[in-house]
């Protein structure tokens, strides 16, 4: 996930690199306001925890690699969107300036991807499906896993979306690269997802006063966090129907024509990137909206089956909480 | 630390050579220069780029970098960006792909060791002073340092944990029984790690915090 330096562009980093050091100051801002005198402690002791969770090796199936958590929706869950990017912008600072992984001039790409979209987008889904879900283990656990898989892939695609841009100066076409890239990350986001919703379920088992239920907001904010929440889905999903769409054409319109999207089609849906205009080109906005609704009505059905999959197997309680040696 | 859960910590202050012995606010420059110089080598112009690769294999050597220590750091980073690089002309079938691949690989080279060399001359301490000089908000400054003093606290709390565990499932769990039981090692580090930032807070608020921060380094 950290795009090390060279891959990108200096003109494009430092282009993230200024709207990401306006968001970490909007971040700090806010945060401030919120948590007040705790704010230090508690940010700094959630980028630890993410850090520390880091080296924690989940095995993949068969292979011999292995997978860990990202946590920029989990430390956005516990402690608010503001402290959760503050977080993970300092874990990655962290492990840029003082681990060399990920880069240095990139760092600001990285905490735009990551931390803002991470983070900020993340909790925006989260929040917004927990105040249609009501507040049960289910709908937490269930939103969380939902928000951690759209943060991944939507981190992906703006990834494409930089690499695009810095490749393009250079004449190159690498849009080959974006499948793979898509299709890696949402089998990363599923990994993701699930252990965000686990760790989570925990979580609400021992502690649940730890995590905050949605307060009741002003209209405007409520309707900004749908909006982010909306774009982040749709972000997402244009991502993983981009390269799908640009390799098998006859097979998405054959499905589109069956499922009676086919005047939608008649307006050229935009693919992501595709010659590195503005991403989303207005008239075909509303197809990738709708797409991006449908994707995640699919993840979320999937997300509560897990969820209550999950409840099940951490009820009997194998850990002990003293198992200090 | 010889854990294989804990990367090493970078730079010590009691390091001595001539790279040690720059100004920091040098250090952080003359990497960032090296790294945005890499960036803006047009492809054509790799001789370029070669020697940057030789002045910065210098650049360590002369800052004591060990060749092992090298090699170790090397034989992680390589292999993901070779991979990384391949899926360019795997992915297209152009004639320049091959270039943009070679191309990327150098870069990306150079830029890493040039952040090994930083990492390895810059202490945190060095790299929070400057900082601060640069103009970067204290709160942010203050939040780092806190993170840096606990990573290690719950990098030992997390070998603790590890190692109960290890002792308790006889190393025979299934993969689905692995996650599971991972996560709840992270959900239980999270709760003890807010249980402690909480007591952390409150021996604070003890000592007169407002939350405001005061630093000895204000003079330098």
Same mark, same amino acid.
């Given at each position: 996930?950290?795009?090390?330096?060279?891959?990108?562009?200096?003109?494009?980093?430092?282009?993230?690199?200024?709207?990401?050091?306006?968001?970490?100051?909007?971040?700090?801002?806010?945060?401030?306001?919120?948590?007040?005198?705790?704010?230090?402690?508690?940010?700094?002791?959630?980028?630890?925890?993410?850090?520390?969770?880091?080296?924690?090796?989940?095995? @993949?199936?068969?292979?011999?690699?292995?997978?860990?958590?990202?946590?920029?929706?989990?430390?956005?869950?516990?402690?608010?969107?503001?402290?959760?990017?503050?977080?993970?912008?300092?874990?990655?600072?962290?492990?840029?300036?003082?681990?060399?992984?990920?880069?240095?001039?990139?760092?600001? !790409?990285?905490?735009?991807?990551?931390?803002?979209?991470?983070?900020?987008?993340?909790?925006?889904?989260?929040?917004?499906?927990?105040?249609?879900?009501?507040?049960?283990?289910?709908?937490?656990?269930?939103?969380?896993?939902?928000?951690?898989?759209?943060?991944? @892939?939507?981190?992906?695609?703006?990834?494409?979306?930089?690499?695009?841009?810095?490749?393009?100066?250079?004449?190159?076409?690498?849009?080959?690269?974006?499948? @793979?890239?898509?299709?890696?990350?949402?089998?990363?986001?599923?990994?993701?997802?699930?252990?965000?919703?686990?760790?989570?379920?925990?979580?609400?088992?021992?502690?649940?006063?730890?995590?905050?239920?949605?307060?009741?907001?002003? !209209?405007?904010?409520?309707?900004?966090?749908?909006?982010?929440?909306?774009?982040?889905?749709?972000?997402?999903?244009?991502?993983?129907?981009?390269?799908?769409?640009?390799?098998?054409?006859?097979?998405?319109?054959?499905?589109?024509?069956?499922?009676?999207?086919?005047?939608?089609?008649?307006?050229?849906?935009?693919?992501?990137?595709?010659?590195?205009?503005?991403?989303?080109?207005?008239?075909?906005?509303?197809?990738?909206?709708?797409?991006?609704?449908?994707?995640?009505?699919?993840?979320?059905?999937?997300?509560?089956? @897990?969820?209550?999959?999950?409840?099940?197997?951490?009820?009997?309680?194998?850990?002990?909480?003293?198992?200090?040696? | 630390?010889?854990?294989?859960?804990?990367?090493?910590? #970078?730079?010590?202050?009691?390091?001595?050579?001539?790279?040690? #012995?720059?100004?920091?606010?040098?250090?952080?420059?003359?990497?960032?220069?090296?790294?945005?110089?890499?960036?803006?080598?047009? *492809?054509?112009?790799?001789?370029?780029?070669?020697?940057?690769?030789?002045?910065?294999?210098?650049?360590?050597?002369?800052?004591?970098?060990?060749?092992?220590?090298?090699?170790?750091?090397?034989?992680?980073?390589?292999?993901?960006?070779?991979?990384?690089?391949?899926?360019?002309?795997?992915?297209?079938?152009?004639?320049?792909?091959?270039?943009? +691949?070679?191309?990327?690989?150098? $870069?990306?080279?150079?830029?890493?060791?040039? #952040?090994?060399?930083?990492?390895?001359? *810059?202490?945190?301490?060095?790299?929070?002073?400057?900082?601060? $000089?640069?103009?970067?908000?204290?709160?942010?400054?203050?939040?780092?340092?806190?993170?840096?003093?606990?990573?290690?606290?719950?990098?030992?709390?997390?070998? $603790? *944990?590890?190692? +109960?565990?290890? +002792?308790?499932?006889?190393?025979?769990?299934?993969?689905?029984?692995?996650?599971?039981?991972?996560?709840?090692?992270? #959900?239980?580090?999270?709760? $003890?790690?807010?249980?402690?930032?909480?007591?952390?807070?409150?021996?604070?608020?003890?000592?007169?915090?407002?939350?405001?921060?005061?630093?000895?380094?204000?003079?330098?």
């Amino acid at each position: 996930m950290h795009i090390r330096d060279g891959i990108l562009g200096p003109e494009v980093c430092v282009a993230a690199a200024v709207v990401s050091a306006c968001a970490v100051a909007y971040s700090l801002r806010r945060l401030r306001v919120d948590l007040e005198d705790r704010a230090v402690p508690l940010t700094g002791m959630m980028a630890a925890i993410v850090f520390a969770a880091q080296m924690v090796n989940f095995p @993949l199936l068969g292979l011999p690699v292995s997978g860990h958590l990202l946590g920029g929706v989990l430390a956005a869950v516990m402690l608010g969107p503001w402290a959760g990017c503050l977080a993970i912008s300092l874990v990655l600072i962290v492990q840029a300036v003082l681990f060399s992984d990920g880069g240095l001039l990139s760092l600001g !790409a990285n905490v735009f991807n990551m931390g803002v979209v991470g983070a900020w987008g993340g909790h925006a889904v989260y929040a917004a499906l927990r105040r249609c879900l009501g507040t049960s283990v289910t709908a937490t656990v269930s939103s969380a896993a939902v928000a951690a898989w759209l943060s991944v @892939l939507a981190a992906a695609a703006l990834f494409c979306f930089e690499f695009g841009l810095s490749s393009h100066a250079s004449g190159f076409d690498p849009s080959g690269v974006f499948t @793979l890239m898509v299709v890696y990350h949402a089998l990363i986001g599923i990994g993701e997802a699930l252990i965000t919703g686990a760790v989570l379920a925990f979580v609400l088992s021992r502690r649940a006063d730890l995590i905050p239920a949605p307060t009741p907001l002003p !209209a405007v904010r409520a309707v900004g966090q749908f909006g982010t929440a909306g774009l982040v889905a749709a972000l997402a999903v244009a991502a993983l129907l981009a390269p799908f769409k640009s390799e098998l054409p006859d097979g998405l319109d054959a499905v589109s024509q069956q499922l009676g999207f086919a005047s939608l089609e008649t307006e050229r849906p935009p693919l992501l990137l595709d010659d590195y205009a503005i991403p989303l080109p207005v008239e075909g906005w509303w197809s990738v909206s709708l797409a991006g609704m449908l994707g995640t009505a699919v993840v979320f059905v999937g997300a509560v089956l @897990l969820a209550r999959a999950v409840r099940w197997n951490t009820t009997p309680l194998t850990l002990a909480d003293n198992t200090d040696v | 630390m010889s854990d294989s859960c804990s990367p090493d910590a #970078g730079a010590t202050a009691s390091d001595t050579s001539l790279c040690h #012995g720059l100004p920091a606010d040098a250090k952080l420059f003359l990497t960032l220069l090296v790294v945005v110089v890499s960036g803006l080598i047009p *492809l054509e112009h790799w001789p370029a780029q070669g020697l940057l690769l030789v002045a910065v294999f210098m650049a360590l050597s002369l800052a004591g970098v060990t060749v092992r220590y090298l090699a170790r750091r090397l034989a992680l980073f390589l292999p993901a960006l070779f991979v990384f690089g391949l899926s360019i002309p795997v992915a297209s079938a152009e004639g320049l792909a091959w270039n943009w +691949a070679l191309s990327l690989w150098l $870069r990306c080279t150079v830029s890493f060791l040039a #952040g090994l060399w930083l990492i390895h001359v *810059l202490p945190l301490r060095e790299l929070l002073s400057v900082l601060r $000089r640069w103009h970067c908000p204290v709160v942010l400054i203050a939040m780092i340092g806190f993170m840096y003093r606990y990573v290690f606290i719950l990098w030992d709390e997390l070998r $603790r *944990l590890r190692s +109960a565990r290890d +002792a308790r499932d006889f190393g025979g769990a299934s993969t689905w029984r692995e996650w599971t039981i991972s996560a709840q090692l992270i #959900g239980l580090l999270l709760l $003890r790690a807010m249980e402690r930032a909480e007591r952390t807070h409150r021996a604070m608020l003890a000592r007169g915090w407002d939350g405001s921060i005061r630093s000895l380094d204000d003079d330098r």
